[in-house]
């Protein structure tokens, strides 16, 4: 029995990943979170984040509208997107494993401080991850965009995932986010 419910787990999660793709995008931002449906934000935030951009880049964003834990995992292990937005506890928990960028040149950690923590990052000489403090993502509740949006963002951070296709993109749409 237990095999049984291994393998539906496995089979969900494919097809889960199957439908998150990143079409031609060149920003993808994936959101979840714990205590709210992200997918009601998702087609207002793209829209208002692509009125911002322009033709400059596209953007394309994935929401899981239930929090499974299996699911981040995908999202993060898959290495498609180059924003992430999920809950504090989750960012942290991956932040340790030094899955996210250090984001302390392209943005002041002291307008960030709930973003600041001892996290992962890899040593440049041992090719190991090592642990240092840095700002590793920036909270929601600082973020402009989100203003008018009947959306929760507190406890939500958007971080910079080590798989970003594009950082250059990435710092430009968080800044964007911001207000900057």
Request: aromatic residues 8%.
């Amino acid at each position: 029995m237990k095999r049984i419910g291994q393998w539906l787990l496995i089979c969900v999660s494919i097809l889960m990943l199957a439908g998150c793709g990143k079409d031609d995008a060149d920003v993808s931002i994936f959101m979840t979170d714990i205590s709210q449906n992200v997918s009601d934000i998702r087609e207002p935030l793209e829209q208002k984040l692509q009125e911002k951009l322009g033709e400059d880049l596209k953007v394309s964003i994935s929401a899981a509208a239930l929090y499974v834990e299996q699911k981040v995992l995908i999202e993060y292990a898959a290495g498609e997107h180059e924003i992430m937005i999920v809950p504090e506890d989750v960012m942290k928990r991956y932040s340790q494993q030094g899955a996210h960028r250090v984001l302390d040149e392209e943005f002041d950690a002291e307008k960030y401080p709930e973003g600041v923590f001892e996290g992962g990052v890899t040593d440049e000489t041992t090719n190991e991850i090592v642990t240092e403090k840095h700002l590793f993502a920036i909270p929601l509740s600082k973020m402009k965009i989100f203003e008018g949006m009947n959306f929760k963002t507190e406890g939500l951070f958007a971080t910079i995932p080590f798989t970003s296709n594009s950082v250059e993109n990435s710092v430009k749409v968080l800044k964007l986010m911001i207000g900057e």
